[in-house]
């Protein structure tokens, strides 16, 4: 399969506070592993600027005002306790949804079979009018709205396996039936949400892990509650919010998966995209903290991706 990878130096001018765990280092891992010779049959693209208007087809246009504004000329400013914006976190979060808007453009109009954006600072933690757990804008809601305003997608399924939920995107989408939602996630843990309970207008399914859970429970979420909704739902375009901190290496949460995981659930993403959508599938990074976790993982998804 040809698979895109999107990426940009700018992302590593979003500077965040000495220890925090969203760091540019993570970017650097990432692109370590994908310059492997494994990874050379990739189609590779320097993000784009996104428009402002199409980050507000997924956020109010004073939202995006407001984070332009409280970018800082120089120096850190704290949007909350976790979310931290520098000079450069306003082109980093651009070309995050950019690349986003870019990547569904070549997946919908089949000049790849899939694409996969690793960009910072993440965005599924980002709520219609609200910065939080190191996201400013959520770039999966932009992805998916750029889909049905450019492409006439009708149904769009974002698939979430970050170890945190999204709420941010559950946020935007909860009264939308046109956007499927499904996340697996531990729970409890930030950011509160994703219970079982929530389910929107029918087009949230929250299938929440317990602190210790591994594959066996990751594999069987998906197989029983996941996986049956998106292939009921049959969507125009997958997109994947790739999270990789349910890692049993990740530091920040408390889910036993591996590498092995990853790719088993990338390819059964792809098998319902193949039934559903051409096989149209737009992944896009989301979390993990442990640099060894996340790039061994990043690159078990990709390969899978790509076929492999």
């Not at 996201?135 to 979430?160: K, M, P, S, Y």
């Not at 408390?254 to 659930?265: C, G, H, K, Q, R």
Request: charged share 20%; proline share 5%.
């Amino acid at each position: 399969m040809r698979t895109l990878y999107l990426h940009h130096p700018s992302y590593l001018d979003h500077v965040t506070p000495l220890g925090h765990p969203e760091r540019p280092d993570r970017l650097r891992a990432i692109d370590l592993v994908l310059e492997a010779e494994a990874f050379q049959a990739l189609d590779r693209l320097e993000a784009p600027l996104a428009e402002a208007s199409q980050i507000a087809r997924a956020h109010p246009a004073s939202f995006v005002d407001e984070i332009r504004f409280a970018v800082p000329s120089e120096g850190l400013v704290r949007l909350d306790s976790d979310t931290v914006v520098s000079p450069g976190s306003w082109e980093a979060a651009l070309r995050a949804s950019g690349a986003a808007c870019r990547a569904v453009d070549e997946v919908m109009t089949g000049r790849v079979d899939n694409a996969f954006s690793a960009h910072r600072p993440p965005g599924h933690h980002a709520e219609l009018a609200t910065a939080m757990g190191f996201c400013l804008f959520n770039h999966a809601a932009v992805a998916a709205r750029h889909a049905q305003a450019a492409h006439g997608a009708e149904r769009v399924a974002i698939v979430d396996f970050d170890v945190h939920h999204g709420n941010g995107t559950q946020d935007i989408f909860w009264s939308d039936a046109s956007v499927m939602y499904c996340s697996s996630h531990q729970m409890p843990l930030f950011p509160g949400t994703g219970a079982l309970s929530e389910t929107g207008v029918g087009n949230i399914v929250n299938a929440p892990l317990l602190a210790g859970d591994g594959s066996d429970a990751f594999r069987e979420a998906y197989e029983t509650s996941i996986l049956p909704a998106l292939t009921r739902f049959r969507p125009d375009l997958v997109i994947i919010s790739a999270g990789f901190d349910a890692h049993h290496r990740d530091p920040l949460a408390n889910i036993d998966l591996t590498e092995a995981d990853f790719s088993w659930v990338t390819g059964k993403l792809l098998d319902v995209a193949a039934k559903a959508c051409g096989g149209r599938v737009v992944s896009l990074l989301e979390g993990g903290y442990d640099l060894k976790g996340l790039s061994s993982s990043v690159g078990a998804h990709v390969q899978r991706l790509m076929g492999h």
